[in-house]
C-alpha cells in the first residue's frame, strides 16, 4: 500500500466552459495521502469455518485510513474480483462531490480486472467512520475498514491526548459465503439470523494491549449486517467522547448500545488490577443472544481473564435511556475552532416535513422492503450521471411521497427531490418488532427526539432543540418514531438508507436529490475527468466531461 503525505503546496484547478466565460476554482492548500488498494477474493476462517472472503491489500478487514481535517484522500482502487465493485465511505460527506460517494447511485462499478481513483476531502470533518463495499451484498465478505480524521494540531479537543488510539470494528458474521447469501435474497427468500460476532475480524481472541495507568480511546463502529450490539470491558468503565464527528457531553457508561452502522469513541483509563479482561460484545434485542469475547490485556498481567462474563442490559427500555443522554458538548471546538453550540439548530425555520414509514411486502412473490411503500429498484446508470448528461427516464423527481401512502409495495427508482439550503425535519417510524437504523450520505443531523407509538405534530413539544447530538446514523426502536432536523447544505444525489442490509439490498433505501439550478463551483464540483461511464451514459463523449456542470 502506498500511504505518501504530501506537505507541500498543492493547488487543483478546476476549469470549465460554461457558455464563453472560463471559470477556475483552486482549492485550498490541504495535504494529500495517496493509497493504492488492490481488492481480491482471499480464505477467511473468522468464525472456524473456511469461507470466501474479500481482502483489501490481503488483509481482512482492510486497511485503516488515517487523516486529518481537510486532508485530500486520493485512493486508487483495483478490482481483481470476479464482479464488479465499489466502495463507499460512511460519514465523510464529500462536500459538493456526490460523484465520490461509491454508491450505486452516484458512481459506476469497477469492472473487474479494473481500477478507479478515488478523490475525496475530509472538509471540515473529525471523527471515527468506516468503509464498506456497497454491492452485491459484498459486505457480507468483508472489505470494510476503519476511517479516523484527527482534528488539526491547532483546534483545541476537549481531553488529553490519549496513550494510544484503537479502533474497533464489531458485527454479526454469516459463516456462509456471499454469493450463497446474494442468491438467497435474489430468489425470494430472507435471510437466517447471522452465526455470529466478529471483533477486528475475529470471533474470538481479539486483544488490546494496554499500559498500568494510561488512557485509551477506542474508535467502535458497528459495521454488521442486521443486529444492534452491546459493547462493554469487564471492571472498566467508558467515557463517551465523540459520535460520527460530534463530541459530545462526556457521559461515562458500563456498556454501550452500538447500533447498525453506527461509530462511537470512548476513552478507557487502565486502573484496574494488572491482568486480563473481558472484551464483551452481544446482539441487542434480538430472539436468540449472540455473543462474543476479546481481551483487555495489562502488559504486565500475570493472570488471563476469568470470572464471569459481564451481562448487557436486557430491557429496551434502558437503551431508550442511554440514547437520550448521548448529547452534543456545546463548548467543545469540532472541525474548527468555534464551539460546536455556535449554530443554533432549533431556532431555524423548518420548510419542510418528510415522514417515511419503513414496511415488508412481496413483489411478484418475492420478498422485497420498502419506504412509504416504494421499494428501491436501482436503474442501469447512476443518478448522478443521469443529471450531468441529461438522461431521461432513468429516474422520476418525486418518485417517492413525503407522507406514507400506506398503498402496497410497488417497484419504483426511489428519488426525493429536495431544494439546496432547505431545512428539513425527517420522521422515521418504525412499526415493526425489530431495532431499524438509518443512514444518510453526505449529511450530518440532529436527532431532536424518539419516542414509543406513532409520531404526530405534537409530539413536537418534547423535541430537544438545544443540545442534540449531530450524527448521520440513527437508530429507530421497535413501533417507535425517531426525529431528525437537518441542513440540506450540500448539492447532490445522496443515498438514504436501511443499514439493515438485507433491507437495503431488498429495496428500503432512497436518494435525496439536493438540487439548485447555479452552475458554481461554490455549489458543486464537476464531474472528475476519470469518472466511469457505464450504462445509458457509457456512450456519452468524454469531451463533455470537460464542458462543464448543469443540472
Known amino acids: 500500500m502506498k500511504n505518501t503525505k504530501i506537505a507541500a503546496k498543492c493547488k487543483i484547478a478546476y476549469a470549465f466552459v460554461i457558455g464563453l466565460s472560463l471559470l477556475i476554482a483552486t482549492a485550498a492548500e490541504d495535504p494529500y495521502i495517496f493509497y ?106 468483508g472489505g470494510f475498514g476503519g476511517i479516523r480524521i484527527s482534528s488539526r494540531p491547532m483546534i483545541p479537543v476537549p481531553f488529553p491526548p490519549p496513550a494510544d488510539d484503537y479502533t474497533v ?37 481479539a486483544t488490546l494491549n494496554i499500559q498500568p495507568g494510561n488512557t485509551y480511546r477506542l474508535r467502535i463502529s ?59 460484545v452481544s446482539s441487542r434485542l434480538t430472539p436468540t443472544v449472540l455473543t462474543t469475547t476479546g481481551v483487555l490485556h495489562y502488559s504486565n498481567s500475570a493472570e488471563p481473564v476469568s470470572g464471569p462474563i459481564p451481562a448487557a442490559p436486557v430491557p429496551m427500555s434502558w ?15 469540532g472541525p474548527r475552532p468555534n464551539p460546536q453550540g455556535t449554530y443554533h439548530y432549533g431556532m431555524v425555520n423548518v420548510t419542510r416535513t418528510i415522514k417515511l414509514v419503513s414496511s415488508v411486502g412481496q ?4 420478498q422485497r422492503y420498502s419506504v412509504n411503500s416504494a421499494s428501491f429498484t436501482p436503474s442501469d446508470t447512476p443518478l448522478k450521471l ?10 422520476k423527481p418525486g418518485s417517492i411521497s413525503d407522507q406514507p401512502p400506506y398503498a402496497p409495495t410497488f417497484p419504483v427508482t426511489s428519488v426525493l427531490q429536495a431544494d439546496y439550503k432547505a431545512f428539513v425535519e425527517i420522521v422515521f417510524e418504525n412499526s415493526e418488532d425489530i431495532v431499524q437504523s438509518w443512514h444518510f450520505n453526505g449529511h450530518s443531523f440532529f436527532v431532536v427526539g424518539m419516542e ?11 423535541y430537544n432543540l438545544n443540545d442534540a447530538v449531530s450524527r448521520c446514523t440513527i437508530q429507530v426502536y421497535p413501533r417507535s418514531w425517531t426525529a431528525i432536523y437537518v441542513g440540506l447544505d450540500n448539492v447532490g444525489m445522496w443515498n438514504l438508507r436501511s443499514e439493515l442490509w438485507e433491507r437495503q439490498y431488498l429495496g428500503q433505501q432512497l436518494y435525496v436529490r439536493v438540487y439548485t439550478n447555479s452552475t458554481s463551483l461554490r455549489d458543486e464540483y464537476q464531474i472528475p475527468t476519470n469518472a466511469l461511464l457505464c450504462g445509458r451514459a457509457s456512450g456519452a463523449h468524454k469531451e463533455l466531461l470537460l464542458s462543464g456542470f448543469e443540472n
Not at 457508561?253 to 488490577?273: E, F, K, M
Open 319 to 333: 437503551s431508550f435511556n442511554q440514547a437520550r443522554t448521548i448529547r452534543t458538548n456545546l463548548t467543545a471546538s
Open 36 to 141: 493504492e488498494w488492490h481488492v481480491t477474493y482471499g480464505t477467511i476462517s473468522p468464525m472456524g469455518v473456511q469461507q470466501q472472503g474479500i481482502l483489501i491489500n490481503k488483509m481482512f478487514p482492510g486497511p485503516e485510513i488515517r487523516s486529518v481535517t481537510n486532508d485530500n484522500l486520493i485512493i486508487n482502487v483495483f478490482n481483481e474480483l470476479d464482479e464488479p465493485f465499489l466502495i463507499s465511505w460512511a460519514g465523510i460527506q464529500n462536500r459538493k462531490n456526490s460523484f465520490q460517494d461509491g454508491v450505486c447511485g452516484t458512481t459506476c462499478p469497477i469492472p473487474p480486472g479494473k481500477n478507479y481513483t478515488y478523490a475525496l476531502q475530509v472538509k471540515d470533518q473529525i471523527g471515527s467512520f468506516y468503509y464498506f463495499p456497497s454491492l452485491g451484498f459484498h459486505k457480507a465478505a
Open 452 to 462: 414509543l407509538g406513532k409520531w404526530r405534530p405534537g409530539r413536537r413539544k418534547v
Open 222 to 280: 458497528n459495521v454488521g449486517l442486521q443486529n444492534s450490539l452491546n459493547f462493554r470491558i469487564q471492571n472498566h468503565e467508558m467515557t463517551l467522547v465523540e459520535v460520527e464527528g460530534t463530541h459530545t457531553l462526556q457521559n461515562v457508561y458500563s456498556s454501550l448500545d452500538v447500533h447498525v452502522g453506527q461509530s462511537y469513541s470512548v476513552l478507557i483509563t487502565a486502573n484496574q488490577p494488572s491482568k486480563d479482561y473481558y472484551i464483551v
Open 386 to 395: 443521469a443529471d450531468y448528461f441529461k438522461i431521461d427516464g432513468v429516474y
Open 363 to 366: 413483489i411478484e412473490g418475492k
Open 169 to 205: 470494528l464489531i458485527g454479526d458474521w454469516y459463516k456462509t459465503d456471499h454469493k450463497a447469501l446474494r442468491a438467497q435474497l435474489d430468489n425470494g427468500g430472507k435471510l437466517p439470523p447471522p452465526d455470529g460476532i466478529l471483533i477486528n475480524g475475529l470471533s474470538s481472541g
